[in-house]
């Protein structure tokens, strides 16, 4: 049964088989079968691959005689020989269809840029001789391989990834990153070499510290004097100094300046500055000092009368304390930042020293300076002639009106945290007025017009009057201060934000809040020949108009310095070379804010701040009057 069946099997595989019998080969992939069905074998792929790398050896072979003789000489091998030469004709056919086809396509692609728009939109600037170059250039520039793909080097032939730092070559092909370099090197080796710009020497001076001396208010144009020379080196070099000697008390002022700035000035250097015989201490910068060094300066100055510390963190109510057991008779102290000074030292301190003093000046004591210590000072302090409280948080209206009881009072400064009224500020003027040589007040949103027609009924030897930030106070109470006002005409005005404030409807102004023109006309009749200083920075209700008046070619100030019209709106470059004209002692102008100015002639020997330009905001006079 068994050999019956395994016969009839044999024999359907037979007549399977068609008669004609195939060798059993292994099972293929299906990628193995796709390519057989398009013709596709090994040896094609490889001849092809052979055509592509050796396509130029190949024709300089087949076309040199030796070449031939060479192929028919080898009768060692004779079947390797046949292989050789049919293998390298392929090759060299496989090589010239490529070419060909690689030609056609690209005159295909030249053709079809020539069409597009593109081609004829970069046409119109060249000549119609280049019309193939050009098409060239724009095919070159869609074959360029982009980042991330593969690309042959111009110069070895390396395959490299072209990357966005790719560089091209010589001929405008892409190289890699070795040959890259190579070339980096000989561009830079070709390249002629910069000039090097040479330290600024000592004596010179670089853009950031003519910034800072601007900033400073110590800028001066032209070179500076010996003596400034002199005190700038002694100061470059403190640590080596032993003692100051019997300099004059300016120069020493000025040296201190200039440690303070620097922030030079510590235990060490303070010692410079103590001497038995000094009457006057300043120090613009205690910050580094401690309460025994400020402790030490009563000790080895008992002569002391004139007494000035800024950032006198460490003033406590120990050296308070020290100051007012010690001998010593103080005519005046300026105290900046003793915030750690209690409200009973202070009352103590003046009790015990309030006698003598004539000037008191108190700055940033925030709580512990207040309305009690300011009541005691009619009773304590008989001869005080000079005060100013600044950025204080406790005094009110209540002390203000005590200050109204100090007969011999000539100058008072005065800026409050807490919201002050006009009636307070009536009050002093009214009592004091007479004597007044500075008024000045900061910050006071709330005054109004009956503060000015009260400074122009009582006060009649001012010289300094300072009133800031006032949303009440009028043009028509301006121009009543200034017309008729018996004062002598004043030497330092600073009315800076006197304007009106309404963020709904910033240019209208029905009311005439601030200084606007009837005011300004008004001030410059009655000061104008005295003024030296005048800052109307933010007073932008004043017309343009006004500022030709006032400024008009017959018109001279001749005392004016210092022009401070910033964010005036209307001042434009007539403006201000009208200004130039009418004040010829004018050293500075600032003009922040005032977009109209934009280039104007400066002349010789003046500055002119706050115009944004390539040169800087500040611009240094070089143009001479009589041009």
Same mark, same amino acid.
């Given at each position: ?219 001066? /144009? ?139 000046? /108190? ?149 005439? /809040? ?100 390539? /040169? ?12």
């Amino acid at each position: 049964m068994s050999k019956r069946l395994t016969g009839s099997l044999r024999s359907n595989f037979n007549n399977n088989q068609g008669g004609a019998s195939r060798p059993i080969r292994g099972p293929q992939s299906a990628l193995t079968d796709f390519l057989a069905s398009q013709n596709i074998s090994a040896a094609r792929i490889r001849a092809d691959a052979a055509a592509r790398r050796a396509a130029a050896p190949a024709d300089n072979s087949l076309n040199t005689p030796a070449a031939g003789q060479s192929q028919q000489g080898d009768d060692d091998n004779d079947d390797d020989g046949d292989d050789d030469i049919v293998s390298s004709r392929s090759a060299a056919a496989a090589a010239r269809r490529a070419r060909d086809q690689k030609r056609r396509k690209q005159e295909e692609a030249i053709a079809k840029i020539k069409k597009s728009r593109a081609y004829k939109k970069r046409k119109r600037g060249h000549d119609s001789d280049d019309d193939d170059d050009l098409a060239l250039a724009l095919f070159n520039e869609k074959m360029t391989p982009l980042p991330g793909q593969m690309s042959n080097c111009e110069i070895c032939s390396k395959r490299f990834t072209v990357t966005p730092y790719s560089r091209a070559g010589p001929e405008g092909g892409l190289v890699c990153s070795s040959c890259g370099q190579k070339l980096a090197k000989q561009e830079d080796a070709n390249k002629k070499p910069k000039k090097k710009r040479g330290p600024i020497p000592k004596g010179g001076v670089g853009r950031r510290k003519m910034q800072s001396r601007i900033l400073d208010g110590t800028y001066d /144009v032209g070179a500076k004097p010996l003596m400034a020379l002199c005190i700038e080196t002694l100061a470059n070099n403190i640590h080596l100094a032993d003692d100051l000697g019997d300099l004059p008390s300016p120069i020493i002022d000025r040296i201190a300046r200039l440690l303070s700035k620097t922030r030079l000035l510590d235990p060490r250097t303070l010692d410079l500055f103590l001497q038995p015989h000094h009457e006057v201490i300043n120090v613009y910068d205690a910050a580094k000092l401690s309460s025994d060094d400020l402790i030490k300066i009563f000790q080895l100055v008992p002569r002391l009368k004139k007494l000035k510390l800024r950032n006198a963190i460490q003033f406590t109510d120990r050296v308070m304390e020290y100051l007012t057991k010690r001998n010593i008779t103080l005519e005046s102290i300026y105290i900046h930042g003793a915030n750690l000074l209690s409200e009973d030292m202070w009352t103590i301190f003046l009790q015990e020293k309030g006698v003598h003093l004539r000037g008191l000046q /108190v700055y940033y004591t925030d709580k512990h300076f207040g309305n009690e210590a300011v009541g005691l000072l009619p009773a304590v302090c008989p001869n005080l002639s000079r005060l100013k409280i600044c950025h204080n948080q406790q005094l009110s209206d209540k002390g203000i009106e005590r200050i109204a009881e100090l007969d011999k009072l000539e100058h008072l400064s005065l800026q409050c945290i807490k919201k002050t009224t006009t009636d307070s500020y009536v009050h002093v003027i009214e009592n004091v007025g007479q004597q007044l040589q500075t008024f000045s007040i900061k910050k006071v949103s709330d005054v109004d017009d009956r503060l000015l027609d009260s400074i122009h009924e009582n006060c009649t030897n001012l010289s300094k009057l300072r009133i800031t930030e006032s949303q009440f106070m009028t043009d028509a109470g301006f121009a009543r201060l200034f017309r008729g006002w018996k004062n002598k005409p004043l030497s330092f005005l600073d009315l800076q934000k006197c304007r009106h404030i309404d963020a709904a409807k910033p240019r209208s102004n029905e009311h005439m /809040v601030g200084l606007c023109s009837q005011g300004f006309e008004a001030l410059m009749e009655h000061s104008g020949a005295g003024l030296r200083y005048l800052n109307l920075h933010a007073c932008r209700h004043i017309p343009r108009e006004t500022f030709e008046k006032v400024f008009a070619s017959d018109k001279t100030y001749a005392q004016l310095r210092y022009l401070e019209i910033s964010f005036c709106e209307e001042v434009n470059d007539f403006v201000v070379g009208s200004i130039f004209r009418s004040c010829p002692n004018l050293k500075e102008v600032n003009v922040f804010g005032c977009m109209k100015v934009k280039d104007v002639r400066v002349p010789r020997g003046k500055i002119l701040v706050g115009v944004p330009n390539a /040169v800087g905001m500040r611009i240094e006079g070089v143009d001479d009057q009589s041009d």
